[in-house]
Structure formats: C-alpha cells, structure tokens
C-alpha cells in the first residue's frame, strides 16, 4: 500500500532507473555532479541484469529525503544500497544509520581534495555502524557494484555463474596482455 513516503521518494527523483522490474539495488548519489563516477556502478549492475535504482538523495540539501529512502529501503525491497558522496561525504554513514540493510561506500573525486576528504569521511565510521567502503572514482563505484552482485549470487545461482563468467573473461584479458618493447637509453 503507497504511501506518502512512497510519493516523496518518487517525488526527490532526479535520476531515474531504466530498469521496471522490482529493483534490489538502490544506486543514490549527493549530487549529479556524482553521476560520472556512480555510473560507472550502474552501469555494471545493468550489464548482470541486476534490477536497481539510481538518485540524487543529498544528506545535507534533503536530510529529510535521505532518512525517507532509507527507512524505506528495506520494506521497498531492496537489499543494499551503493551510495557516493563527494566533500563532507556524510550520505553513506547517514544511511547506514538509518538503516540496517549493507551500506557500499563509493567516495567521489572532491574539487579541491582529490577525494581524499571523501575517503576519509566514508570510511571513518564509528563502531557499529558499518559502511564498507570502497577506492575513490570510478573503480570504486564498479567494485561496490561487483561487491552488490557477489552478496546477491549468494541466493541466485543464474548469477552466480555469470559472476564467474566475467572474472574468467577477466583472466583471458589480462593473459592476452603484452607490453612494448622498453625505450632505449
Ligand atoms: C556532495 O557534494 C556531493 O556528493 C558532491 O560530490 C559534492 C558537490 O556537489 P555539487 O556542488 O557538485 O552539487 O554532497
């Protein structure tokens, strides 16, 4: 049954998933200026098939947004949530706080601070209240969602193999590597 939590959370929206189905993955970002960097986690849940979200839910422009998705979270039916942040990175931490449901943690690239400031914020929780929280920019925002993928293949078998399938391409790649011959003295 819908609900007015349900209408704000359509309502704060401002990017939307391409995915219909129920999504398990909620993919939310501080700000659209994130979106380079958490495409790249979107990008490789859409490649397994993993149904998810994604949105700007800023902690401190709509904190009250951000305690709505994630009181929501759960009884929505989502079973983690990816969330980047830049600067004062404190979306990660507040949902957590929020909610008991995993929490990855992709620090973004900051202006000023190269993303260290968001590192540090990210990965600072304090005991007992987990945030796992991954490398800073784009490589970050695809483990977190490999990381998503992983905990879901646990229950999904179909997932699982293709989980394998990728890591052995993997290999083949980097097998195939060659490197060029050194520059001379
Ligand atoms: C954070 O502030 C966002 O996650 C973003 O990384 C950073 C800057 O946001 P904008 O000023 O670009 O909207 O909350």
């Known amino acids: 049954m819908p609900d007015e939590h349900d209408d704000q959370i359509i309502l704060m929206s401002t990017l939307s998933t391409s995915n219909p189905s129920q999504p398990l993955i909620g ?10 960097t958490m495409q790249h986690a979107v990008q490789l849940l859409a490649h397994f098939g993993v149904a998810h979200e994604a949105r700007v839910v800023s902690a401190h422009r709509m904190p009250d947004d951000l ?9 929505r039916g989502l079973q983690a949530i990816i969330a980047g942040a830049g600067g004062a990175a404190h979306l990660p931490g ?6 008991t449901l995993p929490v990855l943690g992709v620090p973004v ?12 914020s990210i990965v600072q929780m304090p005991k007992g209240v987990p945030v796992a929280t991954f490398a800073i920019g784009p490589a970050g925002a695809a483990n977190a969602a490999l990381f ?21 391409e993997q290999t083949e790649t980097a097998r195939a590597m060659t ?6 003295l």
């Open 67 to 75: 305690f709505a998705y994630a009181e929501q979270a759960g009884p």
């Open 179 to 184: 490197l060029p011959a050194a520059t001379p």
């Open 148 to 168: 998503a993928v992983s905990l879901l293949a646990l229950h999904d078998p179909d997932l699982a193999t293709k989980l394998r399938a990728f890591r052995a």
């Open 27 to 36: 993919v939310v970002m501080g700000s659209s200026s994130d979106w380079d």
């Open 94 to 99: 507040m949902l957590a706080a929020k909610t």
């Open 109 to 120: 690239a900051s202006r000023h601070l190269q993303g260290l400031d968001s590192l540090y």
